[in-house]
């Protein structure tokens, strides 16, 4: 399973941006979603999350009441709306994912099985 992550770009301190992750090959069915990210000299660190039916998410404390998690199943679409964005969320973000039951919300990376090749967001002070 492939993921596709896409939405990056350059935004103002204060601006807002949407990712998306679509999966090639497979459906997201029955897979705990999540995204993470990473900045240079440092590892991948969780951001949010959300169950197979979208009933249960997580989100870091340094994201919490900025970042929205979402997911279409119909569409395939796993979304982070991102709020407020300030320079400090500056990083390559990638979505991944992991088959799991309806609570299944992971946090540490190594509990990811699929990847995508992750995209860039920039926040500019």
């Known amino acids: 399973v492939q993921l596709q992550a896409s939405g990056g770009g350059l935004v103002q301190a204060g601006g807002s941006l949407t990712l998306s992750c679509v999966p090639s090959?497979?459906?997201?069915?029955?897979?705990?979603v999540g995204w993470l990210r990473q900045t240079p000299g440092k590892g991948r660190e969780f951001v949010a999350n959300?169950?197979?039916?979208?009933?249960?998410?997580q989100y870091a404390d340094s994201v919490k009441g900025r970042f929205t998690i979402s997911r279409d199943n119909a569409r395939n679409t796993v979304s982070l709306q991102m709020n407020s964005l300030k320079p400090e969320d500056t990083a390559i973000y990638y979505c991944?994912?992991?088959?799991?039951?309806?609570?299944?919300?992971?946090?540490?990376?190594?509990?990811?099985?699929?990847w995508g090749q992750g995209t860039l967001v920039t926040v500019s002070s």
């Open positions: 959300i169950s197979w039916r979208g009933g249960f998410t």
């Open positions: 090959g497979r459906a997201f069915s029955g897979a705990a």
């Open positions: 991944a994912a992991v088959p799991g039951g309806f609570d299944y919300t992971p946090t540490r990376p190594g509990d990811y099985t699929y």
